[in-house]
């Protein structure tokens, strides 16, 4: 059996000078009490850490479009041209809707903030006409259709 005085000089707690001290046997079992407490926290984190789970699960949005918050706003940007301007949707959650176009009504207005032209309906260009090597097939999205009717118009924006 170990002796008591060789489990007296594991106190941790002694406040002076090891000569001046006396070990004691509840500051001891104190220590060894901690000791074994802090290992076995140890390693139950380790063995946390190293352990694999895997959470799987799926929600279902029952919401319809209806659901969702209306946001009603009139902003007014006199220097910038309606093909350039752009809504972007981010809530909370992270979710991010980048370019809204489907609810989002744009005029052309000049500097007093007068209408200037009809409603601008940004879009995908219907039909791509290939003048060479430089275009590609990729869809344009938020441009214009350029008409002989809407040229001068879109000449002095």
Known sequence: MVSTSKIKSVDFYRKIPRDLTEA???GAGLSIVAALSMLFLFGMELNNYLAVS????????RSADGDFLRIDFNISFPSLSCEFACVDVNDVLGTNRLNVTKT??????DSNLRPTG???HSGEVLSLIN?????GEEVVEDSVALTGRNFDTLLHE
């Open 54 to 61: 895997t959470s799987t699960s799926i929600i279902v949005d």
């Open 131 to 135: 003048h060479g090597d430089e275009a």
């Open 118 to 120: 009809s409603e601008f």
């Open 104 to 109: 989002i009504r744009k005029f052309s207005i």
């Open 24 to 26: 004691t046997l509840s």
